[in-house]
Every structure is written in C-alpha cells, then in structure tokens.
C-alpha cells in the first residue's frame, strides 16, 4: 500500500474499497482529463491491492526498479487502462481485451513525447521520402514497442500531427514522408521584384518563395527577417540598390540563414521542368478536386529528386503559369470548377464551426446560402428559408457569408438584395414578414444603405412588437439617431434587454422636445425647419453632455459587427492578460474600457463607425464624431488640477496644452502626474474617452513610440504589465514575484498611480 498512498491519513482503511478509491479520487475542480485519469488510477490501484490480475503489480515493480517514480509508475499504467477502457466506449464499442492490455502492459516503460519527436525527425532525416507506416514502425522499433499498440499508436499520431503543424515534416500525396529544413535546405528559389517591394523592403513569398514558408525562424546575417504571414520583412537595407523587375535569387540553410542574391539575368525556361511541375501538380489534385499549394508541388519534385533546385529556375509563379495554372494567394488551379469546390469546402468548415455539433442548423444555414445563390428561387423553398432565418445564428452567419470575402461588386450587391426581396414577397403577413424584412435589414446595412435597413425595422415593428431581435436593432437605430425615449420604450420590451444601453440611454430619458411643430424654424435659430434640424436631438443637452452616449454608439456598432470585431475585442484582452489560458484574467481583461478604446482608435474601428452610422447621427454628433478621428493616444502632464471639474494638461508629443472637463479622475489626479489617454474635442472643450492610465517617470518616451506607432497590441501588453507583480531573479537564478534581496527585476515598470 506505500506504494500506491506514499503516507496514508488518519483514520483511513485502505484495505477498504471504497475508502481506497476515495483517497484516490481527484478533489476540486480539475481538468476534465486530469479527472478521469484520476478514476482510472484507482482502477489501477485496486488491480494491484486485489492482486487481480498480478501483471499489473509486477509491471509496477519491474517500472520501479528501472529507476521510474511511483507517480510516474502509476500515470503510466493508468494511460493503459485508460486506452483500453476508451477502445471499449469508443464508435466501435469493442469488448474489453484482457489479453490486450496485458501486452501493452509489457511494452512498459513508454518513451517520453520529446523523445518520440527527436527519433521521428532523425529517421524521417535519414530514409526520406519515407513511408508513413514505415517510419511509424522504425519509431517503434527504437523503443522497442509495436506501432498499432494502443498507447504508442496514439503517441505517434499526436507527436506526427505536431511535427507536421510546426513545418518539420511533411506528408506528401502518396503518404510517404518529408523532413522539410533538411529537402528545402540551400535549395535556389528565385523572385521578380515590384516596385513596392523595393520601395518597402518586404518581399511577398505567397507563391516564389512558399516553399521556405514553413520555416520558423528566416534571418539575414542583417538581422532577423518579420514574417508576416507569407510576406517577408527584411531588416534596414535588404534590398539596397535593386530595381523593380530586378530577378533575386533565394536560399535557406537548415537553420533559417536566409541569402539574396541578385541575377544579372532571368534564368532561362525549361519544357522539361514546367512539364515535370504540371504532372506533380495534376498529382496533388487527382483525387481532392481542390487547389494545390505552390509549396506542395515543389515538396512533391524534390522527394524524387534533390537535386532539381541546386540551380536558379524560373520564378514558381512563371512556372505555374507556363503550367496553364491560375495563381490566387498562395494556390494554384487549372479551371474554375476546383476553386468552387475549396470554396464550398472551406463554408461546411466554417458552418461546422460556427454550429458545432448541431448539424440542423448547419445544414439549415448551407440551404439557405444556397438558395440564395439560384434564380428565381420556388416559393417552398423561400419560406422554408424564412423558418430557418427566424433563428439569429443562422440569420448572421447567412448574412456574412454572402458579403464573406472582398468587397462585392455592384451587380453581386444587386443579387443579395433581389434574394431578400424574394423573402419579402414570399413571406406574407405575421411572423414570416416580421422574419423576412428583420434579414432585408441586416442585408441593407452591409450594403452600407443604414437608412434602408431603418426602413424595413420600421415595417418589422409595425408588423409586431414583440420579437427581440427586431427590437434590439431598431433600438440600436433610435439611439444613433438621438431618440433615447424610443430606444428605451423598445430595449424594455424585450426579456433580457443589454444592461449598458439601459444605463447609458436612461440618463437621456427625461429630455423633452420642445412645442414646436415639424415644420417650423427651429428653435436653436438655424433658420433651418425643426425635423431638419434638431428634432431627433434631445433638447436640453447640449453636445459636451452627449460625448458620453456619442462614444457608446461607437461601442454598440462595435458590438454588432461579428466575429471579426469579436476577434479583435478578444485578441487584445489576451494580450493585455498576458496567458490566453487565464480565463479570469481575460475576463478581467474584457471589464477594462481602455480595451475597447484601443480597438476602436488603434484598430481603426471607430472610424468605420463615422463611415457607417454617421447619416443616421444628428449633425452635430457627426462633426465631433469626425474631430475625433484625428485625434490619437498620447501621453499628458497634468499641469493643473480643478477636482471634480477639470484638469490643464500637456501633451508631451506636441507641447499642445488642453482643458479638459473631468470629474472622477481630477478629483484625485495630481499636478506632474503623466497619463495616457485620448482628450477628444466636445464641442467646447475637451474630454476623456476611454481608458487612462498612469506613465511611470522614466518610460514616457516608450509609451510614446506605441501610442504614435498606434500600436494597440503593444499598449495592451504595457497595461497589462503594469497590474502583474514584476517578475524577478533570485540571486540563486529562481523566478519570484516578491523582491527580497538583490534581484533582478524583468518585465515592464509597476504602474504608479491609478488606472481607471
């Protein structure tokens, strides 16, 4: 029993069962997987407490004496039991194999993950091409086990699968296998230079150069190579003295030692080659029907021959087109009919993840993308649509997936709005109509026509009032154009109305509009009539008053932009978090206003919101939305403090000193205190938007290159520092959070003020 307890509580039997597996049983709140493998460790430990069957102890005996610990001893076994219980619940639903988890109890001890990478590579270095089931079986062998065991069969899946995602190895088409830094190594690859590409200094390698893409690490003897995506960004002077249309010829060393050098002349074609690139080619795409990459189609011609690139070739791309193959990105096809298929290829792909497990939806969505793309669709077939756009996740994805892509053109624009049409005329009256004008809305707001879709939310309403999804956008609308009252009596019909809105919108509320009639001069003497003027503002609140609901309309567009804004709101509260993983910390991340403000000013959202939405805002919120896109991140003195009303502030980039009206920071700011923050124009004077936080002395200037670089990502990272404890090294070369001692501390300044 020491061995399976160490030291045993108390009070406990552990030659009672149910006490055993007690004390073995995981406590808290653990991984899922930890968890299981916890209840499988007591499967173990009861094998060997009953004696039944004795394998199980003598494995652990024999694991002990070859030096393992008897954690180690008991996590090893466990993943055996564990595979084999996973066989007997998996699709197949297989008995239990005594006999089977018996021999894989004799391949004890398993090889580590690193040392199942580290023979994959060298073998797969040394018999390349290589058969994939052959170099599974040399792996094996090394270790002495048998590829197909369950244990080591799933070891050399997940440790293959990551070789290949990190671009060490390569699966070709015949499944033989490639150890790509060695079969690219010091090949000649070659590139046509354009003008801004000399003009810039950065190369695009989507097709020339994709087969060194895989590489993790490009570096000239300069200085290291910024690869983004596939577009190399080379240091200061790279391409020094060379001209557009100027052919560069281009190697890589195993260990990413990049060399340009300029051809005094294009290298000749070769038949032989381009023939040789088109057989490769037609090879790769036999059997999927779908584009190939450049990269492949060289993979595939060095596998069978090393030495085909020790010379300069033409560019890949010539090749390609000497091929009869169309170049998009990095792919290449030889007819339409292959594009359709990777593009109805990648839509299941991202319908299967937008709906997960719920093929219903799914396969809901797809019909109705389809059927939008037909002629003259059949009235069955439109109100079957209508039933599934009722659904909101269906509707959105339906929506970005028609305008998914670049920009659509006029006549594609016309098409999608013809289909939304059709929904109308098909829908009738009640629900389906409510449905059917709800999509037409969403479809005329990505067609930039704001005051289209207002249209069809008004016919929506009209048709009922009750339904959240219209009532959530034509409040969204109200709002933007300065109807607080109406956007609050629709937000409160609804069963979970947003909260922000609520607050924001309800300190608006009791604004009244003034006797006036819609047709006579307005009262604030523009000499314009009262609904061209200030009828959809709320009297009694001048512009200064509104900054606040101006910058939440900024937000709430934000809001209803998809998955892209999502993304980028998500990105950032990862890197201002600092590990992804951290959920609290993210979520921590995500309740920072500053967050939303780096994406909307850095991220350049803020002004798609002007572009957007600006026709429906009142005039005057329209010229100070305006203002405040010239307006970027600095770093302020304050230079004088009124609390509770105000601060005099310098900006340290221009010498530019501003009055800001403020009532929470002033209150407890201090004169030579810095910040950074955005004062933006209110009409009168200046405001705070945003987030503020406090620069320490000594690292104005760096917060000053990321807030001129508009570098949201890089400020993200800097706040986040600045509420994490500095990181230090012990004289004794241990990492710690506290300083005790002499240290030195790593990581960004602690922040010495107050961030708010």
Known sequence: MKFLFGSVP???????????????????????TERVLGQVRAIVANQIADDDPPETWLTAQRLLALGQSREKVLRQIA???????????????????ADEYLRALAELPLPQAEEIRNAFVALARAHQPVDSDALDRLVAEKFDCRPDGPIMGRLLDVVSDQLVTDGTLEFLVDDRVVHLPD???????????IAEEVETGSIDGAVDLAPFARHSELRLEEGEILAFGRRWGLPAGGLTDLTEGRVIAVTVSEDGLVKISPLDAPPAGDPALVERFRRAYDLLVEEPEVPALAEEIVYELLADDRTLFDRPQPPLADLCREAGLEVRGSMVAHEDRLWENQREIQLWYRAWDEFEDDKESSDAALFVLALARQAGPGWADLKRALNSLA??????????????????????VASVQEFASALIRAAGEGMPKVVAHWFAALIAERA????????????????????????????????DRGDAAGALGLLRRMPDPPHHALATLGEFEGSAQPDIGRNEPCWCGSGRKF?????????????????????????????HQGQDALDEVLYLAEVRAGDREDTASVTKALEDPLLMDLVLTERAWFEDFVDARGILLP????????????????????????PRIGLTVRDLATGEKLDVRERTFSAKAQK????????????ETNQFVGGIFSVQPGTEEQVLDMCMDGDGEALAAWVGALERPPRVITPEGEVSTSVTGHAHVLGEPANPGTKE
């Open 672 to 683: 030579g205190w810095m910040i950074c923050a955005r004062a933006v124009p209110d009409g």
């Open 10 to 32: 108390a009070g406990i039997d552990v030659d009672d069962r149910s006490e055993r597996e007690a004390l073995l049983a995981p406590a808290g709140e653990e991984d899922p």
């Open 79 to 97: 993943m055996v039991m564990s595979a084999q219980l996973a066989a007997a619940a998996g699709p197949e639903t297989r008995p239990y194999d």
């Open 531 to 559: 609904k061209n003027c200030h009828l959809s503002q709320p009297q009694g609140y001048p512009l200064p008053e509104r900054v606040g609901w101006l910058y939440f309309k900024a937000v709430w567009y934000l809001e």
């Open 448 to 479: 930039e026509e704001p005051l289209v879709a207002d249209a069809h939310l008004q016919v929506a309403l009209t048709a009922r009032r009750d339904w959240p999804p219209v009532l959530e956008r034509a409040a969204w609308y109200a709002s």
């Open 391 to 412: 659904d909101e996740q269906i509707a959105g994805f339906v929506v970005d997936e028609l305008f998914f892509g670049e920009m659509l053109d006029e006549d594609q």
């Open 183 to 193: 079969l690219t190594s010091n090949m000649v690859l070659t590139h046509r230079l």
């Open 619 to 642: 005039e005057d919120e329209l010229l100070l939305a305006q203002s405040w896109t010239l307006v970027d991140r600095t770093v302020y003195e304050v230079e004088k403090v009124r």
